[in-house]
């Protein structure tokens, strides 16, 4: 195992796969002369050269419709968002074109493409640049929408994801490029669509995705020095939702906290809920708890900011109004 960071890891899955097959080419704003936005591109260029390493004007609904008709040309494009808030420019392109050419063709014509970027809030960057969208890739039929949250989780969703053959939406986040994690020297892939039992644990079930699963981990800590012990599930891909590790899970601990970095209203947690009280309701021993973002745009002051984002003390509160203390 080596250490590296986040930024690393999504570098090495897409210049591994790259090497692998000529088909297989990345495109953005930033993405070759400055390797990335955020280096996750770094010294790809140099290796694979300024035809399959490409900068793009900015103009989100060109380039992204361009990597469509490229994928269905037998292409397998890589397209990187600044963040994941400009792709709303192109999300004709995603929503009409990608997520609905293999049906709307019989099956004539695949979209193997990969969309990421960052996703969510990373700091003081206002309510147009803060915005958590994975519900709104989720909510789409052809569409799979992989949410990692460590280097090691990144690299092998990634290498699958690109080798998939339908459209995926690949969020990441700015706040953890640099973050750091080990990861293996060989070869190796995660399958899409399957959660991670990140902690063991018997009193509460946590599900979580992303960045935000770092608050989680700091509850249980704190939660663990009271004697209270909780099982934290990272989906790492919210669609297709491994709902069967979720369930497994809250049939052994009988209380779910679900902590989402989004709004509220129509969320991922929503829809976890559902699928829970509908098909796990008699091993409920109290009401479902769901964290997420005030139901708000993302503010810019730092004092309401905070408040503004769910954090491990909010998690410790829900804990424990599932468990009656």
């Given amino acids: 195992m080596r250490t590296i960071q986040f930024r690393e890891a999504i570098c090495e899955a897409m210049s591994e796969e790259m090497r692998h097959d000529e088909s297989i080419y990345l495109m953005g704003e930033e993405v070759a002369e400055y390797n990335g ?3 996750a591109s770094k010294g790809m260029l140099a290796e694979f050269g300024e035809k399959r390493v490409i900068d793009t004007p900015i103009a989100e609904l060109g380039f992204t419709g361009i990597a469509v008709g490229s994928a269905m040309n037998g292409n397998r494009p ?3 968002y600044m963040t994941f808030n400009f792709c709303l420019v192109g999300i ?9 050419m293999r049906q709307m063709t019989g099956g004539q014509f695949n979209v193997p493409i990969v969309f990421r970027g960052p996703t969510a809030s990373a700091g003081q960057l206002g309510a147009t640049h803060s915005q958590a969208l994975e519900n709104w890739f989720a909510n789409t039929p052809g569409l799979k929408v992989v949410v990692p949250s460590t280097p090691y989780d990144a690299k092998g969703l990634l290498k699958s994801a690109i080798r998939d053959n339908d459209p995926v939406i690949f969020m990441e986040s700015e706040q953890m490029y640099g973050d750091k994690g080990e990861v293996p020297d060989g070869e190796y892939t995660i399958p899409l669509g399957v959660a991670d039992v990140k902690r063991e644990g018997t009193d509460v079930t ?3 995705f992303g960045k935000i699963i770092k608050e989680a981990f700091i509850a249980a800590d704190e939660l663990a020095k009271e004697g209270i012990s909780c099982e934290i599930i990272d989906l790492r891909t919210v669609r297709p939702m491994d709902k069967d590790a979720i369930l497994k899970s809250v049939k052994k601990t009988n209380r779910l906290v679900i902590l989402e970095e989004a709004w509220p209203f129509a969320s991922i947690s929503s829809e976890i809920t559902y699928i829970v009280q509908e ?10 708890q769901r ?7 993302a503010p810019y002051s730092p004092v309401l900011l905070k408040d503004w984002l769910p954090n491990a003390g909010d998690v410790v509160k829900a804990v424990k109004k599932v468990l009656y203390k």
Avoid: G, H, M, R
């Fill in 37 to 39: 936005a955020y280096k």
């Fill in 78 to 80: 890589i397209v990187e």
């Fill in 92 to 100: 004709d392109q995603i929503i009409n074109n990608a997520a609905k």
């Fill in 206 to 208: 946590i599900v979580s």
């Fill in 279 to 288: 098909q796990a309701f008699d091993f409920l021993d109290a009401p479902i």
């Fill in 291 to 297: 964290i997420t973002t005030a139901d708000t745009p």
